[in-house]
Each structure stands twice: as structure tokens, then as C-alpha cells.
């Protein structure tokens, strides 16, 4: 199993353009996360899906997109880039909530400009 | 939402020592996680510990639940332990349902 698996690893934006962050987990979970990681700071949850076509808020989910078509996937959008969005981005998954571990991807750094 | 603290920020050792890393939570939770987050960035999980004791080789970890707090514990430290050290706990209920809360992490720098 690949785990979970983010791309891109690094990318850097102008001020105003979009992008999607690709997310794929292999393990068959029904949960999937997407976190930001500020510099010294732990992570915080922007969106969150429990299954194929439920998705819901987090903490920060301004300026920010997502869908589920799938159990596997689990895209984030950035529309409208802005300085404020430069962070590292963590995609995660679980089975389920409560009493299951959560398996996090390696990341994506993005920076804009 | 949940607070969670930990402690000490920063943490300096010589290599082969001994170390103990703390989380406070203000609630009860259903789900804690150590992981430590390794120079590349990459996070990694170490234990998944709502309640009492684990260990895997040279660490370990103890949560009790009922006083709010889990302990990481480091011996022999190796230079490939730096990093940051996270905690995060879950509550699993109502509309934050599944989402980890994690702490600001301890900074761990081990020299040869």
C-alpha cells in the first residue's frame, strides 16, 4: 500500500491564480482530512469529507474548495490565491472517527507571491 | 474547541539521553496521537494512545485519560530523533466530528 499520496510536493503561485491539491489514499478509508501547517505552528483542519459526497467545514475553510467523488480522492482548490494561503498542506485519512488512527500524506509547500 | 498543550517547546539533549515530553488536554477525547514531523516535513505516526501504556523500541508513551494528559518518553537519544514532536487529540463528537486538535509541538535538537 502507497499510504496516503499528495501531489505536488512544492509549488509556487502568483497572487490571484488557482490550483488543485491532489490527495489518494489506497487504504479503503472512509475519512479523509485536509490540514494547513502555519511555521511553528501545529495543524489546522480546513476541510473534511466522512465519505463519497459528504464534505464539511473545518477551522479555516475560507479561500478554499473541495469535493469527494470518490472514496479514494480528495481534492483541495484554491481559488483566488492570496499571500495569507503560503503554508504546507496535509492531506489525511482514517477509517472511520473516534477510535481509529489517522494516517497523514507527505505534504504540499506551497508559497504565493 | 479542545486545548491542548505542550511542553517544553524546545528541548535540547547530547545524544544518549533521556527525555520526557508532556501534552495537557482540556477535555475528554476519544482519540490521541503522538507523531513526530522529521526535517523533511513528513509526519510520522508513533502511537496512537487514548489510554494507558505503549511502547515501541526506545520510546514510549502513557496517557491517562481521567487526569488529561499524555507523556512521550525518549531514551538513548539518537540524532535521527530530532524533529517535532506533536500531540493531537480528537473528541468524536458533533460537528468537529473525526477532526484531530493539535498542539504548537515540541522542538527536539539531539547533537552527536
Known amino acids: 500500500n502507497a499510504g496516503v499520496t499528495q501531489t505536488p510536493k512544492f509549488r509556487i503561485l502568483k497572487i490571484g491564480q488557482s490550483m488543485t491539491l491532489q490527495c489518494t489514499q489506497d487504504?479503503?478509508?472512509?475519512?479523509m482530512y485536509w490540514y494547513r501547517q502555519d511555521p511553528g505552528m501545529g495543524l489546522k483542519l480546513i476541510y473534511y469529507?466522512?465519505?463519497?459526497?459528504?464534505?464539511d467545514k473545518g477551522e479555516v475553510p475560507n479561500g478554499y474548495n473541495v469535493s469527494r467523488s470518490t472514496t479514494e480522492d480528495f481534492p483541495l482548490r484554491l481559488e483566488l490565491a492570496a499571500p495569507s494561503q503560503t503554508s504546507v498542506y496535509f492531506c489525511?485519512?482514517?477509517?472511520?472517527?473516534?477510535?481509529?488512527?489517522?494516517?497523514f500524506g507527505p505534504g504540499t509547500r506551497l508559497t504565493v507571491t | 474547541g479542545i486545548q491542548v498543550e505542550q511542553s517544553p517547546p524546545d528541548l535540547i539533549l547530547q545524544e544518549g539521553a533521556n527525555s520526557t515530553l508532556r501534552c495537557n488536554f482540556s477535555?475528554?477525547?476519544?482519540?490521541l496521537q503522538w507523531f513526530h514531523q522529521n526535517p523533511w516535513g513528513q509526519l510520522i505516526n508513533l502511537f496512537y494512545?487514548?489510554?494507558g501504556t505503549k511502547q515501541n523500541g526506545r520510546l514510549s508513551a502513557t496517557t491517562v485519560a481521567t487526569e488529561r494528559y499524555s507523556l512521550l518518553y525518549i531514551s538513548s537519544s539518537q540524532t535521527t530523533d530530532s524533529g517535532v514532536y506533536f500531540c493531537?487529540?480528537?473528541?468524536?463528537?458533533?460537528?468537529?466530528?473525526?477532526?484531530?486538535?493539535f498542539g504548537r509541538g515540541t522542538q527536539l535538537t539531539v547533537w552527536p
Open positions: 493531537a487529540v480528537e473528541r468524536g463528537r458533533g460537528s468537529t466530528l473525526g477532526r484531530l486538535y
Open positions: 477535555d475528554s477525547v476519544n482519540n
Open positions: 494512545i487514548p489510554s
Open positions: 487504504m479503503n478509508h472512509n475519512y
Open positions: 489525511a485519512s482514517s477509517y472511520s472517527e473516534g477510535h481509529y488512527e489517522q494516517y
Open positions: 469529507s466522512v465519505g463519497a459526497g459528504i464534505t
